[in-house]
Nanobody, 120 residues
Framework: QVQLVESGGGLVEAGGSLRLSCAVS????????MDWYRQAPGKQREMVAH???????NYLDSVKGRFTISRDDAKYTLYLQMNGLKPEDTAVYFC??????????????WGRGTQVTVSS
């Protein structure tokens, strides 16, 4: 059973920084493309950042220049460095990705989320 577990959320003042982590655990062969999503109260879930297995990235326009997604495949961990946080970044942040479970089989998984709250 594969699990994605986020950590690193919390309460921070506007302008501050947080680093989110997403650890992939369980029985699997390899990790594919990974994303960070977020969902604010009353809003739809949106993709914040994407990283491929080769390290190519793209970002939601509103976080470009402030957030950085990265991965450490040796540690099976995904990161999101968030700088210059704004109150509008307040949301539950979710890790999402594709994992090769056995042989040629790939499956997508969601983490349970970590709360990020930015005070003004």
């Amino acid at each position: 059973q594969v699990q994605l577990v986020e950590s690193g959320g919390g309460l921070v003042e506007a302008g501050g920084s947080l680093r989110l982590s997403c650890a992939v655990s369980g029985s699997f062969v390899s990790i594919g493309n990974m994303d960070w999503y977020r969902q604010a109260p009353g809003k739809q879930r949106e993709m914040v950042a994407h990283i491929t297995t080769g390290g190519a990235t793209n970002y939601l326009d509103s976080v470009k220049g402030r957030f950085t997604i990265s991965r450490d495949d040796a540690k099976y961990t995904l990161y999101l460095q968030m700088n210059g946080l704004k109150p509008e970044d307040t949301a539950v942040y979710f890790c999402y990705g594709w994992v090769q479970t056995t042989g040629p089989q790939w499956r997508d998984y969601w983490g349970r989320g970590t709360q990020v709250t930015v005070s003004s």
